[in-house]
């Protein structure tokens, strides 16, 4: 005599959807480096203002993207107070 076991077949639960949290996604990572890249070449090409401008874009996108205390982010502020104070030195 034989005996095959069976056991009950189990229907997977379905997984909790989980919000999707800030961080270092390579693409968006990429897209504020080159907002970083085109302020920093702008702005030692001598337009100041526009360097000032996409620094500042460069932040609001960092923070959006990657969050407000991700280092990415605190450079692109750092960034956009060095061009808004290169303005300001041009000014005196």
């Given at each position: 005599m034989h005996t095959t076991l069976t056991t009950p077949s189990r229907t997977p639960e379905p997984k909790?959807?989980?919000p999707p949290q800030p961080g270092p996604d390579p693409t968006h990572?990429?897209?504020?480096d080159d907002f970083i890249?085109?302020?920093?070449?702008?702005?030692?090409?001598?337009?100041?203002?526009?360097?000032?401008?996409?620094?500042?874009?460069a932040a609001e996108v960092a923070t959006r993207?990657?969050?407000p205390d991700h280092r990415t982010t605190l450079t692109?502020?750092?960034n956009h107070a060095h061009w808004t104070g290169v303005i300001e030195q041009s000014k005196r």
């Open positions: 909790a959807e989980q990572s990429t897209l504020v890249k085109d302020a920093d070449t702008t702005g030692y090409g001598g337009d100041h203002v526009r360097a000032a401008q996409l620094a500042l874009t993207i990657l969050g692109t502020r750092h």
